[in-house]
C-alpha cells in the first residue's frame, strides 16, 4: 500500500494536534506552576497553527474554542497521557471473491465496515462486532493487513490509528443498519461503487487477501526527517 506525500494543510494539521498533545500531557503530569503557564502557551500556538488552516474570520473566532477544548480534556497522571485514537476496520470477502463494502449516510462515500475501538473488547472482538452491526455478515477474522497513521494518510485532522483486518464472511445476513449506514453490499474489483474511499491504497491488497494471499501486516515506515519527509505504508 503507498499514496503521495501528504499535503502541507494535513501537515500543519498533524503539527497542531502533536503540540497540543503534548502540551495537554504535560499539563496532565506538571505541579510547577511556571511548566502550566508554558504548556498552555503552546496550546494557543497550536491553537493557532490549527485555525490558519482556514483563513475565514469565522474560523479565527474558533481560536479561543479549540484552547478550550483542549483544556477541558485533560486528565490528571496517566489518564492525562494523550494518545491517538484507534479505529478498526474489516476488509470482509466472501467465496465469490467480494468485498463487502457499506455507504455512510452523511457523506454518501462508501468504505469497508470500520467503527472505533471499543473498551473491554480485544481489535478482533471489535471488527466481528462492528460488521455484524453494520451489516448483518457474521465475519471471522483471518489476518491483519496493516496498522495505517490516518493524520499521515490524510483522511483525519486528529491522532488516529487504524487497524485493518482482512475478515471472511461466515454467516449473516446483509441487513445494513439503519442509523449508522445507507446501504451495503458485495462488490468486485472492477465493479466497486462510486466513490469509494482510499480504494487507490488499500484494493490491491483487499482483493489479494480475500483470494487467499497471506501477508505480513504492513505499517508506516519512519519517514527522514521524520517530521518533514514523505508519508509511506
Known amino acids: 500500500m503507498s499514496h503521495e506525500p501528504v499535503a502541507i494543510d494535513v501537515q500543519l494539521a498533524r503539527w497542531s494536534e502533536t503540540l497540543a498533545a503534548i502540551a495537554r500531557t504535560g499539563l496532565a503530569f506538571t505541579q510547577s506552576l511556571y511548566e502550566r503557564e508554558r504548556y498552555e ?40 497521557y494523550v494518545t491517538p485514537k484507534i ?33 473491554g473488547y480485544s481489535a478482533a472482538e471489535v471488527v466481528v462486532k462492528e460488521v455484524k452491526e453494520e451489516t448483518g455478515v457474521d465475519a471471522e477474522p483471518v489476518q491483519l493487513l496493516g496498522v495505517v497513521d490516518g493524520m499521515q494518510m490524510g483522511f483525519t485532522k486528529f491522532g488516529m490509528y ?62 527522514t526527517p521524520m517530521w518533514r519527509g514523505p508519508s509511506q505504508i
Open 41 to 80: 502557551e503552546v496550546l494557543h500556538v497550536a491553537a493557532d497553527i490549527k485555525a490558519s488552516l482556514d483563513e475565514t474570520n469565522e474560523l479565527r473566532r474558533e481560536q479561543r474554542h479549540f484552547v478550550q477544548e483542549w483544556m477541558d480534556n485533560i486528565g490528571e497522571g496517566i489518564p492525562g
Open 87 to 119: 479505529a478498526i476496520g474489516a476488509i470482509v470477502g466472501n467465496d465469490a471473491g467480494e468485498v463487502l463494502l457499506v455507504k455512510r449516510p452523511a457523506s454518501g462515500v462508501w468504505l469497508y465496515p470500520t467503527g472505533w475501538a471499543d473498551v
Open 162 to 223: 487504524l487497524l485493518l483486518f482482512h475478515c471472511r464472511a461466515i454467516g449473516g445476513e446483509l441487513t445494513p443498519h439503519p442509523l449508522e449506514t445507507d446501504g451495503c453490499g458485495w462488490f468486485t474489483r472492477g465493479n466497486l461503487p462510486t466513490p469509494t474511499v482510499g480504494a487507490e491504497w488499500w484494493s490491491e491488497r483487499a482483493f489479494a487477501a480475500i483470494n487467499g494471499e497471506r501477508f505480513s501486516a504492513t505499517f508506516d515506515a519512519p519517514r
